[in-house]
């Protein structure tokens, strides 16, 4: 199960390295498109990482 998380994780990651469909902060779920990145979420998709890393490691 995490590597299939990981998985779709690291699929948001376009090809210049940015982090993508990070949802903007608001009230309720709305669409996020594929160059939509936000400094919170690119900070949750490194802390998965890091965990992934200790993981396999």
Same mark, same amino acid.
Do not use: I
């Given at each position: 199960?995490? /590597? =299939? &998380?990981?998985?779709?994780?690291?699929?948001?990651?376009?090809?210049?390295?940015? !982090?993508?469909?990070?949802?903007?902060?608001?009230?309720?779920? /709305? =669409? &996020?498109?594929?160059?939509?990145?936000?400094?919170?979420?690119?900070?949750?998709? !490194?802390?998965?990482?890091?965990?992934?890393?200790?993981?396999?490691?």
């Amino acid at each position: 199960m995490v /590597a =299939a &998380a990981w998985k779709g994780l690291a699929s948001a990651v376009d090809a210049q390295g940015r !982090v993508g469909y990070m949802q903007a902060t608001g009230s309720a779920p /709305a =669409a &996020a498109t594929a160059t939509e990145t936000h400094d919170y979420g690119v900070g949750a998709f !490194v802390l998965a990482a890091s965990e992934m890393y200790l993981m396999v490691k």
